[in-house]
């Protein structure tokens, strides 16, 4: 089974997303995915959220897939995607999915990033290649 890290938004995240995420983990969970729910198992109590977000690096690194709810107004899900955008492009192995739906833009937009990423198009440089 896959090793999944969600991204999804955490501060001032409603309490009907909160219901909903949790029961979208517990599913993958049941199937025996292993996953990071960053709400969940990231310690939020870091005062300058360093920490928080190396605990977020690591887990993406160590995953298989990325999950992602995309909420344009979650600015630490702005960063966990830029970092997985980073990892892409030094060639890391991830599956993306989105999780609620994401609609296309006819002009240049994170929305048509994320649906090139989930639809597999491959960012990675062509000269590096980081092993994991």
Known sequence: MSKIFVICPVRNADEGFTRFIHGYVENLEVQGHKVHLPPRDTDQT??????????NCDAIIAADEVHIWFD??????????????AMLRL???KKVVLINT??????????????ALAEGRDIGRSDIKVEV
């Open 46 to 55: 870091d005062p300058h959220g360093l920490e928080i977000c190396l605990t």
């Open 72 to 85: 344009p107004k979650s600015t630490g899900s702005h960063f966990d995607r830029g970092m997985l955008f």
């Open 91 to 93: 060639r890391m192995t």
């Open 102 to 115: 994401v609609y296309r833009t006819d002009h240049k937009s994170f929305e048509n990033v994320l649906l």
